[in-house]
Structure formats: C-alpha cells, structure tokens
C-alpha cells in the first residue's frame, strides 16, 4: 500500500481538479456518481499508487482488487526507478550529450556540438543540407528541430541561434527504411522498448511502436502521435494504435496502414542491440529505449530513458507491460 505522504504528495503535485475533472469524464461514461468515482480514485492512489491518468486510461474504475494490483501506475513506476535506478548514473540518459557519447556505437549517425573544434564542426556540416537540433534536457520531443543549411549565410549565423535556442546538438538526419516509412513519411518512426536487467540478463517487459501523423515530423504519444503495443515476445503489434486520449485507430489516419499488421524489422537484431545497450550502463536497470531503423530497417538507438513512462507502454486487459510483468523480469512473486 502507498504511504499516506505520497497520497498527499501526489495530489499536491498533480493537481486536485485533475480528479474531480476526471471522475466528471468516466461519470459520463458510466453514469456513475462523481462523488463515488472520486473517493475510489483517492483510494486507488492510496492503494495502488494510480494518479487520475492511470485511472482513467486504464479504465481501473472497471476493474477488481487484483487487476487493479497489476497496473504499472505512476507510483509504483516511481517506485521501479528509484529501485533499479542508480540517481549517480542517470545524467547518461538525462542529457542527450552524455547519452550519444556513451552510447555512440549504437547511435549509427554523425554528430556534433555547436562547442566542439572547427575542424569537427566542419567536417560535420560539410556534406549536409539538412541537420536535426536538440536540447540537451527536454523530453516529449520538445525544442527538436530540423534545419536548412542552405537558409544560413554562414556557420557562425548558425551556431549563433542554435547557442540562442538552446539547442547545442546537432545531429545528421535520420533516414528511415521503406517499412517504417510507408507506416507514415514525415517523421522518423520509433520503437520503444523497455527493459529491466537482472543479474546480468536484459529482459524486454514492455514496448510500444510510435509514429508521426498531421504532417508532424516526430512521432511522441505526447505531441500528438498514435502508438500501438508490441507483445515483446515475438515483436508483433498486439492491439489497435491509440492516441494519447485512447482513441482508438484500426489503420493510420494519414496512410490507411493497418496498425495490427506491424511487426518490427529485425526483431532478433533488436534484442541483440538491446542485450548490448543495457549492459552499459548496468547501473541504470530499468531504461525506455528509442529505436529507429535506417535504410535497410536495421535498428540503431535515438535515445534512451532512465524513467520509462508507463502510460504508453502497458495494456493491462491484456496482461502486458503491466506491474506484474516487471515482477516477473525481477524474479519477484506476486505477494511482494
């Protein structure tokens, strides 16, 4: 059971109208009183650790005692992060700059910080048009930008509004392969795959594919993208694609692609890469990785996290993703 201070925590940080707004939303749903709604809302955080988005996204209003045990909510992720997850350690997943250093050999891509020398900033830009620019600090796929070179009198002009914009890493632009593209062309469609490493063994409890849609050039849940489920088990899409407001698509509103027709690209080759990736840090046990795939759908890393969201990744009604799915990859029973 969550402690009565993280109770007063979470609502503190979370914002009460957030569970009066949402007990208003499922009562209209189900036609049950807001006031009931409310006060089991409180008790799931109480209980369960949920916040009012895990309540409702996962329909816990719906379930019994047991299944609500199950649900990876928001305090029990915390909890998971704080437990596998060595503070000391994080800044390689926090800050983008340390991330691609540490994790160049996976990255498949060229470079550079508007900081480094001349010579390598050159040699950088010499034979791009187009680069993608980053914060060092942002998540959801805030601040990222592509760039036209050709709009830019020189480099200085350049590295002076990137300096401005706080965007000190570039990057060449990836270029996807005719699988992910044909899900959606305008950004550069990712898997993303969590994993838990256990005395040495990496295990893949959860995943997601994410793409892009509205002419949107990055595929984040949160900006707007559509995400469907990944049974780690054989890489295969296991539901519908969903919005951030669990609205459901069959097929990609902008190609007509079926989302329970996906299977990701070399899916061996994803497990090899991942095998390698979480050993390198293994102070970092439980990381949300981002994978994208070149011209020949051969996977490579965007990016890694070292606190995975647990909204997009789960699908409790199938037992996926879900808390008792972490449990397992620890070699914990379920009475702990």
């Known amino acids: 059971m969550i402690s009565i201070r993280y109770l007063i925590k979470r609502m503190k940080n979370s914002n009460f109208s ?18 009931l709604l409310l006060i089991d809302m409180i008790i799931s955080t109480l209980k369960y650790g949920a916040g009012p988005v895990d309540y409702e996204t996962f329909a816990m209003y719906e379930m019994k005692a047991k299944e609500r045990g ?3 909510t928001i305090g029990k992720n915390n909890e998971l992060v704080k437990r596998l997850n060595n503070p ?15 994790f160049d050999k996976y990255i498949k891509r060229s470079w550079a910080m508007i900081d480094d020398s001349t010579d390598r900033i050159e040699a950088f830009l010499s034979d791009k048009e187009k680069i993608i620019v ?24 350049l590295l002076e509004e990137l300096k401005a914009d706080g965007t000190p890493l570039m990057e060449e632009v990836v270029v996807q392969g005719s699988y992910m593209n044909n899900i959606y062309n305008n950004s550069v469609n ?8 256990n005395g040495g063994k990496v295990n893949l409890v959860a995943g997601c594919l ?9 595929d984040n849940f949160n900006n707007g993208g559509i995400a469907c489920i ?5 890489g295969h899409a296991a539901t519908d694609g969903y919005d951030k407001y669990r609205k459901q698509y069959e097929v990609h509103p902008d190609t007509g692609v079926k989302f329970k027709e996906f299977k990701v690209p070399n899916w061996d080759k994803v497990k090899e890469l991942l095998d390698e990736a979480a050993n390198i840090v293994p102070e970092v046990r439980y990381v949300g990785w981002d994978i994208a795939f070149d011209k020949d759908n051969m996977p490579f890393l965007i990016e890694g996290n070292g606190y995975p969201g647990q909204d997009v990744t789960q699908y409790p009604k199938l037992g996926i993703g879900n808390y008792k799915v972490m449990k397992e990859a620890l070699g914990e029973n379920e009475q702990n």
């Open 230 to 234: 990944i049974d780690c088990k054989t």
């Open 88 to 102: 000391k350690y994080l800044p390689y997943f926090e800050d983008k700059y340390e991330f691609i250093k540490k």
């Open 210 to 218: 994410r793409v892009g849609r509205n002419g949107n050039y990055v």
């Open 190 to 197: 990712t898997v993303r795959i969590i994993t838990i490493l």
């Open 134 to 157: 980053k914060p060092l600090d942002e998540s959801c796929g805030k601040g990222i930008r592509i760039i036209d070179l050709t709009n830019y009198a020189s480099k200085h002009d």
């Open 18 to 35: 957030r569970y009066t707004e949402a007990a208003k939303r499922i009562s209209k749903i189900t036609g049950r009183m807001e006031k």
């Open 70 to 72: 199950d649900v990876l």
